[in-house]
């Protein structure tokens, strides 16, 4: 996705890109398609030149992966590791630490594949109910390709699609809300997982890199389609923390915040009155990137070893 493991580099672009028309990546599905999602899909895909995704059956070899594969075989993810290892080390002309390269390749898998959640959520306020064997990712040296199956999916009172049988209608639009964090929450557990011994870190700490990916996934394609504020807006709502003395359940019947599994809060600063033209910190990671051990200079301003200090 481009220069990929600081705030700067995922912050949105001030205007959309035109509408790709010719080539091969001008085959995701129509808008018009009977596909849930797919008009989402395909609107991402004509705005951004790094991204394209296809409603298909998740696809193997010749760079493909399926993320059954990833989250089943450590073998997969080893050789994601590798690939990214060797980025690493072509970019930035010295080695990368085990754990940052492998850091770098979760978040490169996470953000483009949480869009498949978010972006039909806020376009459609329709919500695919994905499990790894619905989706398959290819990685190229500068732009990602996504294969997804959606089927089933949650939606809001009076959809038109809401009578599909695999239609699942949420009451309001708090419970798609919380729909959405359920079905990607539960898609990337077992990423997480599969990654976690690699990355060296525990699950508050990967839940904080999926949460910092997650966001700026969807800030950045709500800047490629002209509603940034909005996004920011609707992200903040969405992993607001909840308010003193409030729980849901959690696994096991523990509690747990209410954006659970995520880490609460979007991060984005909060305006100041009366000052004109964006704060110093646009919005503070969840979760420090570790760009600065073969960048020192990169260390963004929104990252928790400045923001906390």
């Given at each position: 996705?481009?220069?990929?493991?600081?705030?700067?580099?995922?912050?949105?672009?001030?205007?959309?890109?035109?509408?790709?028309?010719?080539?091969?990546?001008?085959?995701?599905?129509?808008?018009?398609?009977?596909?849930?999602?797919?008009?989402?899909?395909?609107?991402?895909?004509?705005?951004?030149?790094?991204?394209?995704?296809?409603?298909?059956?998740?696809?193997?070899?010749?760079?493909?992966?399926?993320?059954?594969?990833?989250?089943?075989?450590?073998?997969?993810?080893?050789?994601?590791?590798?690939?990214?290892?060797?980025?690493?080390?072509?970019?930035?002309?010295?080695?990368?630490?085990?754990?940052?390269?492998?850091?770098?390749?979760?978040?490169?898998?996470?953000?483009p594949v949480s869009?498949?959640?978010?972006?039909?959520?806020?376009?459609?306020?329709?919500?695919?109910?994905?499990?790894?064997?619905?989706?398959?990712?290819?990685?190229?040296?500068?732009?990602?390709?996504?294969?997804?199956?959606?089927?089933?999916?949650?939606?809001?009172?009076?959809?038109?699609?809401?009578?599909?049988?695999?239609?699942?209608?949420?009451?309001?639009?708090?419970?798609?809300?919380?729909?959405?964090?359920?079905?990607?929450?539960?898609?990337?557990?077992?990423?997480?997982?599969?990654?976690?011994?690699?990355?060296?870190?525990?699950?508050?700490?990967?839940?904080?890199?999926?949460?910092?990916?997650?966001?700026?996934?969807?800030?950045?394609a709500g800047g490629?389609?002209?509603?940034?504020?909005?996004?920011?807006?609707?992200?903040?709502?969405?992993?607001?923390?909840?308010?003193?003395?409030?729980?849901?359940?959690?696994?096991?019947?523990?509690?747990?915040?209410?954006?659970?599994?995520?880490?609460?809060?979007?991060?984005?600063?909060?305006?100041?009155?009366?000052?004109?033209?964006?704060?110093?910190?646009?919005?503070?990671?969840?979760?420090?990137?570790?760009?600065?051990?073969?960048?020192?200079?990169?260390?963004?301003?929104?990252?928790?070893?400045?923001?906390?200090?």
């Open positions: 996705m481009g220069p990929p493991m600081t705030a700067s580099s995922t912050r949105p672009g001030s205007a959309p890109r035109a509408p790709r028309t010719t080539g091969a990546h001008s085959q995701a599905p129509a808008p018009d398609s009977p596909t849930p999602c797919a008009s989402s899909y395909h609107r991402l895909t004509a705005l951004t030149p790094t991204l394209t995704v296809r409603c298909a059956p998740p696809r193997g070899g010749d760079g493909w992966l399926p993320v059954a594969e990833l989250v089943a075989d450590p073998q997969a993810v080893e050789e994601l590791v590798t690939h990214d290892t060797l980025q690493g080390l072509a970019r930035y002309g010295r080695p990368l630490r085990p754990d940052v390269a492998a850091g770098f390749g979760l978040h490169r898998l996470v953000w869009l498949l959640f978010t972006v039909p959520w806020f376009l459609e306020r329709r919500v695919p109910l994905l499990g790894p064997g619905d989706v398959s990712v290819r990685r190229g040296p500068t732009a990602v390709e996504l294969t997804v199956r959606p089927e089933a999916f949650a939606c809001l009172p009076g959809d038109p699609a809401g009578g599909s049988p695999q239609a699942r209608t949420a009451a309001d639009g708090d419970a798609l809300a919380a729909e959405l964090r359920d079905a990607l929450g539960g898609f990337l557990a077992p990423v997480l997982a599969a990654f976690g011994p690699r990355v060296r870190r525990g699950p508050r700490v990967l839940w904080a890199m999926a949460t910092d990916a997650v966001v700026e996934g969807l800030w950045y490629l389609l002209g509603e940034q504020e909005r996004a920011r807006a609707e992200l903040s709502v969405l992993l607001a923390p909840p308010a003193p003395g409030t729980h849901t359940p959690g696994a096991h019947g523990t509690a747990a915040p209410t954006p659970a599994p995520f880490t609460p809060g979007a991060g984005f600063a909060l305006p100041v009155p009366g000052r004109v033209g964006a704060p110093d910190t646009d919005r503070a990671r969840a979760s420090c990137c570790l760009v600065y051990t073969v960048e020192p200079e990169g260390m963004c301003t929104g990252c928790p070893r400045v923001t906390r200090r």
